[in-house]
């Protein structure tokens, strides 16, 4: 059983910072591609970012130069950096992972954390 614990949402003030973390437990043997989606009230869930195990990262227009991407791949965490938050990045925040148990690739979610940013 694999689980994604997302952690780190909360209210900020338009401007203000927050950092997430998505901790993946269980019978996990590798992961591979980890990535940040949202989803804000009455819109689909839209990408913001993602990394591989290699540390190569690609981001959503709509945050570049704000949020950040990385990984520690002896704690199986993915963390997301983001600055100058703005009232449209108010969503529910998922985590995303490839992750190999034995000989069997598969995608997992986390829960989602909420973000909500006050103009």
């Known amino acids: 059983q694999v689980q994604l614990v997302e952690s780190g949402g909360g209210l900020v003030q338009a401007g203000g910072s927050l950092r997430l973390s998505c901790a993946a437990s269980?019978?996990?043997?590798?992961?591979?591609?980890m990535a940040w989606y949202r989803q804000a009230p009455g819109k689909e869930r839209e990408f913001v970012g993602t990394?591989?195990?290699?540390?190569?990262?690609n981001s959503a227009d709509s945050v570049k130069g704000r949020f950040t991407i990385s990984r520690d791949n002896a704690k199986n965490t993915v963390y997301l950096q983001m600055n100058s938050l703005k009232p449209e990045d108010t969503a529910v925040y998922y985590c995303?992972?490839?992750?190999?148990?034995?000989?069997?690739?598969?995608?997992?979610w986390g829960q989602g954390t909420q973000v909500t940013v006050s103009s």
């Open positions: 990394i591989t195990s290699g540390g190569s990262t």
């Open positions: 269980g019978s996990v043997f590798s992961i591979g591609v």
């Open positions: 995303y992972a490839d992750i190999r148990i034995g000989g069997r690739l598969g995608g997992y």
